[in-house]
Nanobody, 119 residues
Framework: QVQLVESGGGLVQPGGSLRLSCAASGSISSIYRMAWYRQVSGKQRTLVAGITRGGSTNYADSVKGRFTISNDNAKNTMYLQMDSLKPEDTAVYYC?????????????WGQGTQVTVSS
């Protein structure tokens, strides 16, 4: 079992920055990859950025060059630095951890944090 707690959301003006944090606890050693997803009301949850245990990263095209995902293994915390924010980045952002136990994959989710980009 993995528990995830997000923080750092809020209201920001277009062009501004926010940093989201996701603190993980529980079976940390079983985590293969962590990621940020976002969801707008009435739409599907979509991948924003992911980072593997080895440090490989991937980003949605819409956030490349503006968002940066990182890990602090000592603190068991993942971050999403969001710069040059746009109104279309407004969504609830969710932290995800994917674990591998023997041959079975599991997904864990945080409670979500609201990001609103508006003037």
């Amino acid at each position: 079992q993995v528990q995830l707690v997000e923080s750092g959301g809020g209201l920001v003006q277009p062009g501004g920055s926010l940093r989201l944090s996701c603190a993980a606890s529980g079976s940390i050693s079983s985590i293969y990859r962590m990621a940020w997803y976002r969801q707008v009301s009435g739409k599907q949850r979509t991948l924003v950025a992911g980072i593997t245990r080895g440090g490989s990263t991937n980003y949605a095209d819409s956030v490349k060059g503006r968002f940066t995902i990182s890990n602090d293994n000592a603190k068991n915390t993942m971050y999403l630095q969001m710069d040059s924010l746009k109104p279309e980045d407004t969504a609830v952002y969710y932290c995800n951890a994917k674990t591998l136990v023997v041959t079975t994959w599991y997904d864990y989710w945080g409670q979500g944090t609201q990001v609103t980009v508006s003037s």
